[in-house]
């Protein structure tokens, strides 16, 4: 049996239960099998009195310590942020908070590594729970980590470090491991490990009944991913101008939202864009499945859950040529990468309304992408650890 510690910042709770889904999804899937052993730790960060009652923080102070979520023992433990003040301090201070709550754990549940899920700050923080614990540790790289926090030179060091001193380190691509190794990072030690899909959940259906439940005439194309600027709904939105009838769902929420609904209107789109906030897994396979295609015209990814979660439900996927893309979009029925430019993505969602792929050749891409196959290339991972 091996038991195994999972730290995970994202992860999803009672506030938020959207977040991190694919980490309790891949976790779930550990856990299920005979010869593991798993509990969670999913750490709080909260900034000290008033500012803890900052909308953003404020449904976060509720939370149990700890709990059964969906199967899973998962423990809460606070840890001091400090806004504005930078963000090099939080892993030293997070490992700080979580000792004692690791030692507990470990008087009782005796695990045999620590498995953090993203490089910030959880690879950093099971650098120095692991030294003191004696146990070995592994990181697993999903993409913003290094795209976005390995771009922060105080930062970066911290990864750095943390990635020379782990027993294994894990990547969602073959892409991101080239980019972990760009930044420093030791490419003997990176294995790759693909994401999995839900295939029960992720199916096709009948396409022209579902778009009617929606109320939707024409062409339908849908973008997941928050609304930060990064996800590229504003070039989805601009494309929609040379895609004669399409309606555009937006799937997500976050600081651009405004913005982006202000675009809308301004091309005279409104009528056809429909910002829909964060949907849960169901409503979402729901929503890809009566899509024609999925557009996502990213700035960068590591591997993308909505790419494989699109190519399930039978729906190909037109984004850009970034990270893992061509280890998912590897076939022309899957879809197109394209260039970050409105004209680009409108060129290929026409191709693919104008011809488009069988649901059946579409869904086959995803086939290989399995939360089995996910774990049990997980558990050879960290076995080889201990």
């Not at 923080?125 to 614990?133: D, G, I, Q, S």
Request: hydrophobic share 50%; with cysteine.
């Amino acid at each position: 049996m091996l038991r195994v510690l999972t730290l995970a910042t994202l992860f999803p709770n009672g506030a938020r239960p959207t977040f991190g889904l694919f980490v309790e999804r891949q976790t779930r899937a550990l856990a299920a099998r005979d010869d593991v052993a798993t509990e969670v730790v999913a750490p709080v960060g909260l900034p000290l009195g008033p500012l803890s009652r900052h909308p953003h923080y404020a449904p976060l102070r509720g939370l149990p310590r700890e709990e059964e979520w969906n199967g899973l023992k998962v423990y809460r433990p606070r840890y001091r942020v400090w806004p504005g003040l930078g963000q090099a301090g939080t892993a030293r201070r997070m490992a700080r908070a979580l000792l004692p709550v690791l030692r507990d754990i470990r008087s009782r549940f005796p695990f045999d590594a620590i498995e953090a899920e993203f490089f910030w700050p959880d690879g950093p923080a099971a650098m120095r729970l692991a030294a003191a614990l004696g146990v070995p540790f592994s990181i697993k790289a999903r993409g913003s980590d290094i795209h976005f926090w390995g771009a922060q030179p105080a930062i970066a060091q911290q990864i750095v470090a943390a990635g020379e001193a782990a027993d294994g380190l894990l990547a969602v691509s073959a892409a991101l491991k080239r980019d972990m190794a760009v930044l420093g990072l030791p490419a003997q030690k990176i294995g790759v490990l693909h994401t999995g899909v839900d295939l029960d959940l992720f199916h096709p259906v009948e396409r022209k009944a579902a778009k009617a439940a929606l109320g939707v005439e024409g062409p339908l194309l849908i973008a997941i991913g928050h609304l930060n600027g990064r996800k590229g709904q504003e070039i989805a939105i601009a494309a929609l101008e040379r895609i004669p009838g399409a309606t555009l769902l937006l799937a997500g929420d976050g600081p651009e939202r405004a913005r982006l609904e202000r675009e809308a209107a301004a091309k005279g789109l409104a009528g056809r864009v429909r910002f829909l906030g964060v949907q849960p897994p169901e409503v979402l396979a729901g929503l890809l499945a009566a899509a024609d295609a999925m557009v996502l015209p990213t700035i960068s990814e590591g591997l993308a859950n909505a790419w494989v979660e699109a190519l399930a439900c039978g729906t190909p996927v037109v984004t850009s040529d970034v990270g893992g893309a061509r280890e998912v979009i590897d076939r022309p029925v899957a879809g197109r990468l394209v260039a970050r430019d409105p004209g680009a993505v409108a060129e290929a969602v026409n191709a693919l309304l104008a011809g488009p792929p069988a649901q059946a050749a579409v869904r086959a891409v995803a086939q290989r992408f399995s939360w089995e196959r996910n774990a049990a290339e997980l558990r050879e991972h960290l076995a080889s650890l201990v």
